[in-house]
């Protein structure tokens, strides 16, 4: 057989180009995506399967601004590798709005599609202020009997209670992911309950909450907000009567749902010790539609055919 | 010097197994940065340097949601990868708030801080509604003087002024990367002048906007809203006389800018022939801080050393 001579400085130089080429290669795949060191460090984690999952359940429903809420939102699920969008409409049916949505965004693989009609007795009515009945309830739960029955309990995973119409920092994300087996993770939450900030106090190691600054009813056990914590899996599997209800006062649902999980004590700070904000309970405006009306009168309408 | 004896069989395997571990390296960065295919496209473009640069301008001012709406906004330069965020602050000078949050989102080498305070006359006082004074003239006319001061005039790019609070799809960016260099690129936007959608009505086979379907002040020379179009930098070179102006009634901001760079004839329409809905006016509510405002009386603060 045929025999090839080559020389070891001839090996050699093979070698560095290999090298040099696969570099490039390298660098090149890793460009596609831009982003601070968090989300690089999250990118790696994710490569090595050493990320938990995070389930992010959020109820929505019908409205004007539903889709450019949910479009929003869409973008942090597109950024975070190991986010796991549950989308729970309220309503009889899925809808093709959040379906088509889901799949522009490269999001079908990574999330969930439910439906629950919240009963009409605890509808809002006309005038009610949207405090009076608790909203979510139903598509909260649907959503946690999802996760209890579909997740593999032998991983850790996270559980996040999202509002379509907050606003999330990318970091948040990465903060959650420290959240250990059986603990609850908490942080502030900007622009709610009438403060800047709503956040825990904490001991001087800054390693449990002591209390909490909220100055409306600050009795609760936990006066804090629905995006001001994250629960590890383990403890909806441990707790199954964890759910919410229609059953408590006007800001107990997240009492509610924590005094069956955890206790103050026991709580995890994250977000720097309670000191960065990476959540506000931001609210966008009713959308006004004077001149939508007046069309619709003539049989009109501007989004005849558009999904707006 | 000694030499080595490979056979062509084994020279076969090196290549093979150089090729495969070339592949699998390729395809691990590949993997970091998950998203639909029109976002993978564009990043496989923005590699082999095809896309024009799109330079979004921001005018912002200090609030309590300032940081929730721009890091809402952060997400999208996170993701498009040929975007260049100009945020231009209504202040005397340009703030740490504005400066970690790109710093944060690893925004830092493709974004440009500046600011220029609105002249006190032309600021809104205490009962005025908001739109009696144009807002943002200012900070536009800045950046426009900043890009034509430092952009490469050689290099197709795009100008977009954009909102801080509105909500964008990050295909409205693919959508925008195809306006040819001399033209003004032209969509619907949701949820503004009263209505579900205001666009633009095109002729038979889509080439030209013949009209726009507004309500409000239709008899306007471009009727539509600041978010439903963007702009071939060379005609900011070509028309140095294209500012905005405090001299404009209510609503005619965009037809002034727009009268100096194109005709309606010449208008470019993109988003599947002005049917896609992928940016909507939406607005946040302004912060309630009654529980702030009673601390306030009291000499103290929710948000002592921490930025909200």
Known sequence: MSEVRIRPRQVLILIIVFIIVLMMVHRNGKRTCQGPEYLQA????????????????????????????LTRLSHLFMLVPNLHWIIVEDANTTSSLVRSLLDRSGLVDRSTQLNIKTPPEFKLQGKDPNWIKPRGVEQRNLALSWLRAHVDVERHAIV??????????????????????????????????????????????????????????????????????????????????????YEVQR??????????????????????????????????????????????????????????
């Open 42 to 69: 999250m990118y790696a984690q994710d490569q090595i399967n050493t990320l938990p999952k995070i389930y992010a359940i959020t109820p929505t429903y019908a409205r004007p601004a539903q889709k450019a809420e």
């Open 160 to 245: 996040f209670f999202m509002d379509d119409d907050n606003s999330y920092a990318v970091e948040l994300f990465a903060e959650m992911s420290k959240i250990k087996p059986g603990r609850v993770g908490i942080w502030p939450v900007g622009l709610v309950g009438g403060l800047m900030v709503e956040r825990p106090l904490l001991n001087a190691d800054n390693t449990q909450v002591v209390g909490f600054n909220a100055a409306w009813r600050p009795e609760r056990p936990f006066p804090i907000d629905m995006a001001a914590f994250a629960i590890s899996m383990d403890l909806f599997i441990s707790f199954p009567q964890a759910i919410f209800s």
């Open 251 to 308: 800001g107990y649902q997240e009492s509610e749902i924590l005094r069956h999980l955890t206790t103050r004590d026991k709580l995890q700070p994250l977000a720097n010790n309670c000191r960065d904000v990476l959540v506000w309970h931001t609210r966008t405006e009713k959308t006004k539609l004077n001149a939508e009306e007046a069309l619709q009168r003539k049989g009109q309408r501007s989004d005849d055919g558009i999904e707006v």
